[in-house]
């Protein structure tokens, strides 16, 4: 077990930790690595259920679409670029999850999207 | 000559915060500007007045000539320092500021447009006699033509459609053998693609180094350089890993980039600090006057002070900043170029919020925990604090590392141990991804080039994400019983109200969910 010394330090094997909790999950940084811990609880009430597609297919951050490189009915490879996003300054390439065909697009070259809503659908 | 009795800082984040602690140093007052997004953020609290300049997306905030302008005049600031990025290079905010009677704290406007423009520079470097990267679009098109033009640029040469860019269309020919029927090739490609197909040749530089010259100029005629930085390791053109000296060069080299640095600055009619930025191309290096003879080529001239400038300033114990307010003032340079010298090593590491992993992915969020590390030889620029937060609106550099000693080795492995311990939780980062770059064997043996982290990022981003042990469990379920019994039994009832529901994978619905955890690496 390791001990907690306060502050967000923890005594583990020898080591100093450091951890803190975000509602279901613990972020712990030791010795230069840094880990996300999630609690397996179903019920832990910020436990969001998200199918892999939408994760992948969604901008991680609010992001405004530079290119749009696929058409509905295209098929698709696994890692096949799709949407071109920018933000903070970088481009954010988003790319296929896995092969499939494209079967609409929710977004438009220009347009400023939020997080979390799939720019595009696979079938 | 400018005014510089009150210094507004046309910025955010570490650089704000860098500049507002050398207005502190030399007593002069100093005066923050934010947005929304920023309103307690670190540089507007150090600061002593604050202007609020609009709403977080930087267009209409830090990007606002209009805006900066009226809040420097609301506030009585007869001075802009612009930092890097946002208008630092904008020269039309820099004559903006000189129409207004406001020392702009940098080049003159026009020093910025000729420097901006890539052909001009080109030219100012030739007729400084300053090489650049052999090549030439030939006005006789013919394959013969061509190839004459080829043969005297060297190879290995680069043909690109001088209509193109991207990368698209360019061919690399090594040898006369493959030249004729190279250019055929090329021409056609260029006609396919962008339907001119007009040739640019280039000679090809295949592992160079990216090495910058600092240089600061004043009014009175005084130019000199600071040495160099080494910039090699960078992913798409963005740096991550910045030291001086650079492994690469000799004294003779660096009295050679030195030299080009300082006439390119003096026939471009620099004022203040800049960076001369080369290729250097190492195979040239390989004869017999070695390195001292190794070929560079201009790049281009960034017109301000670099995000980089701190390992200068360890191994030279100058204080860039000072020197820029300096000059804006009028005064004459503090330091003769035989004054100047080099005293052990430097490391810069940039700590970025992304997520190496994910393409390298910049993340936005809170900083819910940050502590930076305090211990000999290290120096932290940053600009956040725990509480604060990593912004969607900008850049995602959480802070800069500069770690110093007397020998290379003692500062990569001084930046290395800083980095075990420098914990920022709640946030993905990259610190895991430069130790691992740091203690690559090329890096230690400093045989970098731009193209290493292509060739390399691969493995080093596998060996930066280790698995979940046991310790790092035993920690989070430390901090999840930490949380009081409360939150247990509540957690408990849950379950049981659910008729025992959550049993099967999880242990039944009696098991602590806390006892079960899954991990994966952040």
Redesign the interface.
Known sequence: ????LGN?R?L??G?I??????KGR???????????????????PDRVHVTDDQVALAA???ATVIAIKVAPGQAVAAGDLLVLLE???????ITAPRAGRVTSLACREGELVQPGIPLLELD | MGRVTQILIANRGEIAVRVIRACRELGIPSVAVHSDADARAPHVLLADRAVRIGPAPPAESYLSIPTILNAARESGADAIHPGYGFLSENAAFARACADAGITFIGPPGDVIDRLGSKIAARAIAQKAGVPVVPGGTSADQSTEAIAASARSVGFPVLLKPSAGGGGIGMKTIRDERTLAAGIDQARREATAAFGDGTLYVERLIERPRHVEIQIVADDHGNVVHLFERECSVQR?HQKVVEETPSTALTPRLRQRMGDAAVALARAAGYRNAGTVEFLLDPSTGLGAGGMDSASFYFLEVNTRLQVEHPVTERVTGVDLVHAQIAVARGEPLPWAQGSLAQRGHAIEVRVYAEDPS???????GPL??Y?EPSMPGIRIDSGVTEGGEIS?????LIAKLIADGETRDIARRRA?EA????????I??N??FL?EVLEHPRFVAGDIDTRFLDVEGEQIRAR?A?A??D??????????T??ADVSRRL?RR??ER?GGS?AG??GGANAD??D???????
């Open positions: 077990m390791a001990d907690a967000g923890y583990v094997s080591r930790a450091y951890a803190v909790r975000e613990v972020w712990v940084f030791i010795d230069g690595r840094t880990y996300v811990v999630e609690s397996n609880d179903r019920d832990a991680p951050m609010p933000a903070m300054k970088m481009e954010l390439p | 798409r994910r393409h390298d992915l910049p993340q936005a819910l925990l502590r969607v609106h900008y850049d995602p290395v980095l075990r311990h420098y914990p920022i939780l709640g993905r980062t610190v895991s130790i930066s280790p979940v042990s310790g790092v469990l035993e920690v989070a379920r430390a901090v999840f930490a949380k957690v849950s379950a659910e959550t994978e999880d969910p806390w079960t955890l899954r991990g994966y690496r952040g």
